[in-house]
Nanobody, 116 residues
Framework: QVQLVESVGGLVQAGGSLRLSCVASGIILNINTMGWYRQAPGKQRELVAV??????TNYVDSVKGRFTISRNAKNIVSLQMNSLKPEDTAVYYC???????????WGQGTQVTVSS
């Protein structure tokens, strides 16, 4: 089992920055990819950014050049969000894929609100 705890999001003006962090605990040796997803009201949850255990990253097109995902040790993942836009407003979820089957584990979600 793996538990994911996210930092608190917040309210920021458009053009501002915010950093999210997520700490995994439990059987962390089996964690493969970690990442961030988000879900805006009335929309499906979407991938924002992921980072593999080897450091390979992938981003959704809408955040490329603005967001940076990083991973310290095997169990801490952060998302630096710059030049935030109102359309970035969503609940952000930390995700870990664990074990040979890449089982999904989720954080509780944290609200990020960007005002125009």
């Amino acid at each position: 089992q793996v538990q994911l705890v996210e930092s608190v999001g917040g309210l920021v003006q458009a053009g501002g920055s915010l950093r999210l962090s997520c700490v995994a605990s439990g059987i962390i040796l089996n964690i493969n990819t970690m990442g961030w997803y988000r879900q805006a009201p009335g929309k499906q949850r979407e991938l924002v950014a992921v980072i593999s255990s080897g450091g390979t990253t992938n981003y959704v097109d809408s955040v490329k050049g603005r967001f940076t995902i990083s991973r310290n040790a095997k169990n801490i993942v952060s998302l630096q969000m710059n030049s935030l836009k109102p359309e970035d407003t969503a609940v952000y979820y930390c995700n870990a894929k664990v074990g040979p089957r890449n089982s999904d584990y989720w954080g509780q979600g944290t609200q990020v609100t960007v005002s125009s």
